[in-house]
């Protein structure tokens, strides 16, 4: 974090705003995040004489935990969404990267009182 700090300081300030431009150039659509964690649990149904009764339990399945928290807990995911959950969460994470980058150089424009 340090060295990457170091880094926009030796930076002049019209290569500072190229790699803001760039950076919200990447950011492109911003349709397909989501913010949370995916897990996956295994159950236990409960009826006796099942082979998760036997240790066999049933799953994987998935599930869903918003961030900041919304309604709550974990929320199962079916099979067929588990993809774009993945997909979305990965999205997310490459936005708010992104979005720490331009403020990163924001806050060094500050610095140098050119920030508009
Ligand atoms: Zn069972």
Request: proline share 4%; glycine share 6%.
């Given at each position: ?21 760039a950076a919200a ?73 992104t979005?720490?980058e331009i ?14």
């Amino acid at each position: 974090m340090d060295a990457h700090k170091n880094d926009l300081r030796d930076l002049s300030t019209d290569q500072l705003l190229a790699r803001r431009r760039a950076a919200a150039a990447r950011l492109g659509d911003v349709e397909q995040v989501l913010s949370g964690t995916l897990t996956e649990q295994s159950r236990r149904c409960g009826r006796p004489g099942c082979r998760c009764a036997a240790g066999e339990p049933h799953g994987p399945y998935a599930y869903f935990t918003a961030r900041p928290a919304g309604r709550g807990r974990a929320r199962y995911v079916p099979a067929s969404q588990e993809e774009a959950v993945r997909r979305c969460l990965q999205r997310d994470a490459e936005v708010r990267s992104t979005l720490a980058e331009i403020s990163a150089i924001n806050a060094e424009l500050l610095a140098r009182r050119e920030l508009e």
